[in-house]
């Protein structure tokens, strides 16, 4: 099955520099790939994906680009704030699949 | 909204309890899954339903079993409670490929 290994899994930055969290998948089916934010005591959520047909997406201060031959993906976030602190999971599956294999968690902590 | 709700948000339980975590989403989702969530595991996989009564196996269903009677709500028992099931137990729904999941609030769970 798919294996998707994140790092770090946690990190630390200035407010206003950009965190970047990568993932590397194993299955070269996988074609669609979310990322989720869970904030301390709260449910995950879906806050961007990208499928295997693009290459980078953007939203505001979040982007993700995907790299297909390398397998691997990253969320890249610019002008940190401190609400962005929280753990962020990556996420694979393939089109054929199901289920979601996701990432072990990135604890991204944004300093004021 | 797709609104995922998990019956309770914390629960306390003696070791050797049967136990009941339920899940009901409202829109009409095919794939229910059940999490685990441990401090550096992530989030892992107990069981998952892509139908009524039909369930799957996860990566960790030793000591769980599940039951979906009706499609819009799926649980997860624990046969027989033990200390180290005491975790975060994330339930999610969706539609399945190419879509992500809707998480559950979370329901943490404390054997004694």
């Known amino acids: 099955g798919e294996n998707v290994e994140q790092h770090p899994s946690t990190l630390s930055v200035q407010e206003g520099d950009s965190a970047v969290i990568k993932c590397t998948y194993s299955?070269?089916?996988?074609?669609?790939f979310p990322w989720y934010k869970q904030e301390l005591g709260k449910r995950p959520q879906l806050i961007i994906d990208i499928r295997s047909n693009v290459g980078e997406k953007k939203d505001q201060r979040i982007a993700v680009t995907l790299n297909k031959t390398a397998k691997h993906f990253s969320l890249h976030i610019t002008e940190t704030q401190p609400e962005d602190s929280a753990v962020y999971f990556c996420?694979?599956?393939?089109?054929?699949?199901?289920?979601?294999?996701f990432g072990t968690g990135t604890s991204l902590t944004v300093i004021p | 909204d797709v609104k995922v709700t998990q019956s309770s948000r914390y629960l306390v339980k003696r070791t050797g309890e049967k136990v009941f975590l339920e899940c009901v989403q409202d829109m009409d989702h095919e794939n229910m899954f059940w999490y685990r969530q441990d401090p550096g595991l992530g989030l892992r996989l107990i069981y998952f339903s892509y139908d009524v009564k039909m369930k799957e196996k996860g990566d960790i269903p030793e000591g769980y079993s599940v039951s979906r009677e009706k499609k819009e709500r799926f649980s997860l028992i624990l046969e027989s409670a033990s200390t180290n099931q005491t975790s975060m137990y994330l339930c999610?729904?969706?539609?399945?490929?190419?879509?992500?999941?809707?998480f559950g609030s979370g329901t943490r769970l404390t054997v004694v």
């Open positions: 299955d070269s089916a996988s074609n669609y």
């Open positions: 996420a694979a599956i393939t089109n054929t699949g199901n289920q979601f294999y």
């Open positions: 999610a729904s969706g539609l399945g490929q190419g879509v992500g999941y809707t």
